[in-house]
């Protein structure tokens, strides 16, 4: 693939961004808001606290590599946009990931029964309910969501 990366590169290096050429100034602050609108302040914050503990996890023979690389191939994206203003759909891909990490944050705190075990189930209605609120809005009251996320 090299001969095709290069050639891509020496196209982008050429373009103007943000003016009359074929690349868009890249939308910062919308780039910013997308993991919020996306997976909502809940999610970001769970997926955040349950990054220490992946390196606790048991995880099968390979696993961390394909989480890194999965992470990885996220963020390569996010500097592709970040960069060039090019939207690849970073978000969609990390869906996935950030449901896990969410996981394992709630799974960490039921452990500590019975507080953390009603607290994990109080964050699982809460994320429902987010969801749930957007899919009714939709659905009942003709409110469109956010189109920022599925564009990152």
Same mark, same amino acid.
């Given at each position: 693939? =090299?001969?095709?990366?290069?050639?891509?590169?020496?196209?982008?290096?050429?373009?103007?961004?943000?003016?009359?050429?074929?690349?868009?100034?890249?939308?910062?602050?919308?780039?910013? $808001? #997308?993991?919020?609108?996306?997976? @909502?302040?809940?999610?970001?914050?769970?997926?955040?606290?349950?990054?220490?503990?992946? /390196?606790?996890? /048991?995880?099968? $023979?390979? @696993?961390?590599?394909?989480?890194?690389?999965?992470?990885?191939? #996220? =963020?390569?994206?996010?500097?592709?946009?970040?960069?060039? =203003?090019?939207?690849? /759909?970073?978000?969609?891909?990390?869906?996935?990931?950030?449901?896990?990490?969410? @996981?394992?944050?709630?799974? /960490?705190? #039921?452990?500590? $029964?019975?507080?953390?075990?009603?607290?994990?189930?109080?964050?699982?209605?809460?994320?429902?309910?987010? @969801? #749930?609120?957007?899919?009714?809005?939709?659905?009942?009251?003709?409110?469109?969501?956010?189109?920022?996320?599925?564009? $990152?």
């Amino acid at each position: 693939y =090299g001969p095709v990366v290069l050639a891509h590169l020496e196209i982008l290096a050429g373009l103007e961004f943000g003016g009359e050429g074929v690349a868009p100034k890249p939308s910062y602050n919308l780039i910013a $808001r #997308a993991p919020w609108l996306a997976y @909502g302040p809940l999610g970001v914050a769970l997926a955040l606290v349950a990054l220490p503990l992946v /390196r606790q996890a /048991r995880l099968p $023979r390979g @696993g961390a590599e394909l989480l890194a690389a999965w992470a990885g191939a #996220a =963020g390569l994206f996010l500097g592709v946009e970040l960069l060039t =203003g090019l939207q690849v /759909r970073y978000l969609v891909f990390l869906t996935p990931l950030i449901c896990l990490l969410v @996981g394992l944050a709630l799974g /960490r705190l #039921a452990l500590w $029964r019975p507080v953390g075990f009603c607290a994990a189930w109080s964050l699982v209605l809460a994320l429902l309910a987010h @969801g #749930a609120w957007g899919w009714l809005a939709g659905a009942l009251a003709r409110v469109a969501p956010s189109m920022v996320p599925l564009l $990152r």
